[in-house]
Structure formats: structure tokens, C-alpha cells
């Protein structure tokens, strides 16, 4: 298994290691849930070195990313960052992906860990003229700050506030008070809570980290990563997002312009949404797992595709894939052979306070 520069931190801090997409991991540290409640009540780091950065360069690289993703144009403007997604032929999602406009010539994608290769490969096969892509993940290593403290935090490294950074916007080439340097600094997240991500050379990560630490952001581990997400009704790759679903069908056509041309663009218009992601909360005690039957007045309709304990709401949530004309909001989840009554709930789960 890889493992990121950060990997001793981790086990000096305690971290319990599991193999994440071919890398070792942690899961937790102190505990899933007071990781879990201190992003939302304070601040928290995350090691997410596994993420994977392609980088794409030339005269023609805008139109290279036009082509191979579905992205608002309008997007594309210097220092802005964007959600959107590669797509197959059929319009089912490859992946899905930050796109860093660096300048017009310029762009880094990053991607999910357990797909660069496929990513990689893929971006290739498509831009064949167009412009250079270049797999930069070796290289460059990065961490989440999240929570409503991490704004403290960020001051204290650069130097002005977080609120200068516009949401989904990045700065390049920033140094932190103890002058180690950063490729780029951007304000987004994967919790739901605001917060920024700090990309650098591994050379330079170890001793952000520490930095980050010492200012007293709580390490974090890919549990509470996961249980943040799902609060924030955040789609997950190989849970909610796969070659088979759309981006439609996953209920994110916001990211999507139809009005121009685009790889996968024809199978999105032609092909019917099967499915419709909704989140689910238990009425009865029992824990929604990934791949457990949802039925409706008897009638098997769906699936869970992520579930757990709600650690903010305190209850157990999950979303589903479901048939999608079925408007009723009463269901049932079928847990280890019994069918426990649950209700649908809009999503996100959680919206965090507005200060």
C-alpha cells in the first residue's frame, strides 16, 4: 500500500490505519464522533495526500477541459475553482473533480485517489492534440482544515482572513508565517463546514501540518470524513457516484451545461434517469448500510448506497437510489433480513450555522 508524507505524524498521533483506495489511512484517531463534532464546533485537519492532481497545459488547454467535462464555462476564470465530473460516452460518471483554473493555459484536476490511473489514462485518450496532461499526484501532497474555527487558523498562517478568500477561489504561491510554501490555497471542503485546503510539495507538508497542529486544528481521520460528507449530502465515488449512474440521476445537473458540447453529452440527453438519490432517515433502531434494499407499500424500489450515525443530529441517516417516479415518503429498509420503517429527508442532513 502508498502511503502519504504524513504517515509517522500519524502514528505519533495515535492514528488507526486502514487501506483506503490502496493507501494506509487513518480511520480515526481519539474517536470518530469527537472528531466528528469538533470539525463542527471547531476545527479539524485532514490528511487527503492520496487525492490525485493532473495537470493540464497549453494554448489549448481550456478547450481540452471544455471537451472533456461538463463545466459552465464561465467557470473557467483565473483563480476560481469548480465541482464537475469526466464522463463516458453514455453520460455516466468516470469521476468527479476540482477543477483549479490556474490561467487560461493552465489547469490542475483534482481527482479521487482510487481513480488516477483510470483518470489519467482516460484525460489522455481524449485530448490527443489539444494540449499536455501531466500526472503531478507524486508530487504534491495536501490537507483540509474544516470548521467554524478554521478561519483563526487561517489568519494565523497567512496572514489576512479567510473571508478575502471567496468561496470555491484560490491563491497561489502563498507562504505561511514560518515561510513554508504552498502551491495553492483554496476555500473548499468535503464537511459541509467552511474551511480551506492547502496544497504544497511534499517537502513542504510536514511542516504545515505541524503548523496547523500546534494552532490547534484536531486530527482527523477518514471516518469522520465520511460521516461529515454524508451530513452535508455530499456524493461519495463508488458509493453514490459510479460509470453507470449520471450526474442527473445523482441530482447534480447544476453542474452540468447542456447548452455546448461535451464528451458524454449526447448520452445525458438521450438516455432516461433510471434512479434518483434522496437521503433517508430510520424511524426504527437499526444502522443503514451500503447495498441494503429499500421497499416502498411492499414493493422493493431502491438501495442504500452510504448510511450510518448522524454524530450532529443524532440519529441514523442514509442515502438511497430510488425508482424515480415513487413520490412516497414513508419506506422501509430491509436490516439484517427485518424491514425498518424510515421517512425521506431532504438533503443536505445538516446546514451549518451561519455566523
Not at 313 to 321: S, T
Request: charged share 30%.
Amino acid at each position: 500500500m502508498k502511503r502519504t508524507p504524513l504517515y509517522e505524524r500519524h502514528l505519533n498521533l495515535g492514528g488507526k490505519m486502514i487501506e483506503f483506495s490502496g493507501w494506509e489511512m487513518p480511520v480515526q484517531y481519539e474517536g470518530i464522533i469527537s472528531e466528528h463534532l469538533e470539525v463542527r464546533n471547531g476545527v479539524g485537519v485532514f490528511d487527503i495526500s492520496h487525492m490525485g492532481e493532473i495537470e493540464i497545459t497549453g494554448k489549448r488547454a481550456k478547450d481540452a477541459i471544455l471537451k472533456i467535462t461538463p463545466v459552465h464555462a464561465n467557470k473557467l476564470t483565473p483563480c476560481r475553482a469548480s465541482y464537475s465530473f469526466l464522463l463516458n460516452e453514455n453520460g455516466g460518471i468516470v469521476d468527479d473533480l476540482i477543477i483549479y483554473s490556474l490561467h487560461e493555459e493552465r489547469f490542475l484536476l483534482v481527482v479521487n485517489a482510487g481513480n488516477i490511473e483510470k483518470d489519467f489514462n482516460w484525460i489522455k485518450e481524449l485530448i490527443t492534440n489539444e494540449a499536455e496532461v501531466m500526472n503531478r499526484s507524486e508530487e504534491i501532497s495536501a490537507i483540509s482544515i474544516q470548521g467554524p474555527k478554521s478561519g483563526r487558523i487561517f489568519e494565523k498562517l497567512f496572514g489576512f482572513a479567510l473571508s478575502e478568500l471567496k468561496y470555491y477561489s484560490f491563491r497561489e504561491g502563498l507562504e505561511t508565517k514560518s515561510g513554508a510554501s504552498t502551491i495553492l490555497v483554496s476555500r473548499t471542503g468535503y464537511t459541509g463546514e467552511i474551511g480551506f485546503e492547502v496544497y504544497t510539495d511534499n517537502n513542504h507538508i510536514l511542516r504545515i501540518w505541524d503548523e496547523v497542529i500546534e494552532l490547534g486544528a484536531k486530527p482527523c481521520g477518514l471516518g469522520a470524513r465520511d460521516s461529515l460528507r454524508m451530513e452535508a449530502g455530499m456524493p461519495l465515488y463508488g458509493h453514490e457516484l459510479n460509470e453507470e449512474t449520471t450526474p442527473i440521476e445523482a441530482s447534480l445537473e447544476k453542474f452540468i451545461d447542456l447548452g455546448r458540447d461535451f464528451i458524454g453529452r449526447n448520452g445525458l440527453i438521450t438516455r432516461k434517469p433510471e434512479k434518483r438519490l434522496i437521503g433517508v432517515k430510520l424511524l426504527e433502531k437499526g444502522v443503514p448500510r451500503p447495498g441494503q434494499k429499500v421497499f416502498c407499500e411492499g414493493e422493493e424500489i431502491g438501495y442504500i448506497t452510504s448510511g450510518g450515525y448522524s454524530p450532529s443530529l443524532r440519529e441514523y441517516i442514509g442515502m438511497a437510489y430510488i425508482k424515480p417516479n415513487i413520490k412516497e415518503r414513508n419506506l422501509e429498509v430491509e436490516i439484517r433480513g427485518k424491514r425498518k420503517k424510515a421517512t425521506v429527508v431532504n438533503l443536505p442532513f445538516y446546514k451549518r450555522r451561519r455566523v
